[in-house]
T-cell receptor, first 113, second 111 residues
Framework: DVKVTQSSRYLVKRTGEKVFLECVQD?????MFWYRQDPGLGLRLIYF???????EKGDIPEGYSVSREKKERFSLILESASTNQTSMYLC????????????FGPGTRLTVL | GDSVTQMEGPVTLSEEAFLTINCTYT??????LFWYVQYPGEGLQLLLK?????DKGSNKGFEATYRKETTSFHLEKGSVQVSDSAVYFC??????????FGTGTSLTVIP
């Protein structure tokens, strides 16, 4: 089974802090994604990556950056956390074209005070 | 652009009732269509999918048929259970590059 893990299930940070959210997948997938999930808005794509050291902006990249130094790990960085970044963050991976479904991690619920 | 529209919730049903959650899509190419389910406190997991027109995806008693003429992929189940209580997301992918999700429909099944 594909497994996608995220470093924390719950995280509380203060405004202005630098925040790292880590995601690791164990199936050698090339493609990895970061979404945020908010009530009434569904999932919105923040960043994605097709390969190591490659990244592409999604629909809402402002206030975020990412790092992909190794194939299995995709990190989301909030350079200076703000209260409007309080949300559920979901990481996903998939390998195309053999499988075209995304596999999701359990999510990190981030609260910024 | 590509997008998915699904019916808003929340939906509350009694056990053994029939479920329909509507989903329509807009896509420039030939999308694959998905239903994902999110149980409380968990990430999303694939429920079913269909990759071409007239395909029917099915899993755990849920079904959805890819209707190109109506650009729809409605989720149905003949008899829901309390354990089906979750949030359901319709999604599409064109050429496997990006995925577009609906806003989610919360389902609560009461005994």
């Amino acid at each position: 089974d594909v497994k996608v893990t995220q470093s924390s299930r719950y995280l509380v940070k203060r405004t202005g802090e630098k925040v790292f959210l880590e995601c690791v997948q164990d199936m050698d997938h090339e493609n990895m994604f970061w979404y945020r999930q908010d009530p009434g808005l569904g999932l919105r794509l923040i960043y994605f990556s097709y390969d190591v050291k490659m990244k592409e902006k999604g629909d809402i990249p402002e206030g975020y950056s990412v790092s992909r130094e190794k194939k299995e790990r995709f990190s989301l960085i909030l350079e200076s956390a703000s209260t409007n970044q309080t949300s559920m963050y979901l990481c996903a991976s998939f390998e195309r074209p053999r499988l075209n479904e995304q596999f999701f991690g359990p999510g990190t619920r981030l609260t910024v005070l | 652009g590509d997008s998915v529209t699904q019916m808003e919730g929340p939906v509350t049903l009694s056990e053994e009732a029939f479920l329909t959650i509507n989903c329509t899509y807009t896509a420039t190419g030939y999308p694959s269509l998905f239903w994902y389910v999110q149980y409380p406190g968990e990430g999303l997991q694939l429920l079913l999918k269909a990759t071409k027109a007239d395909d029917k995806g099915s899993n755990k008693g849920f079904e959805a048929t890819y209707r190109k003429e109506t650009t729809s992929f409605h989720l149905e189940k003949g008899s829901v259970q309390v354990s089906d209580s979750a949030v359901y997301f319709c999604a599409l992918s064109v050429a496997g590059n990006q995925f577009y999700f609906g806003t989610g429909t919360s389902l609560t099944v009461i005994p």
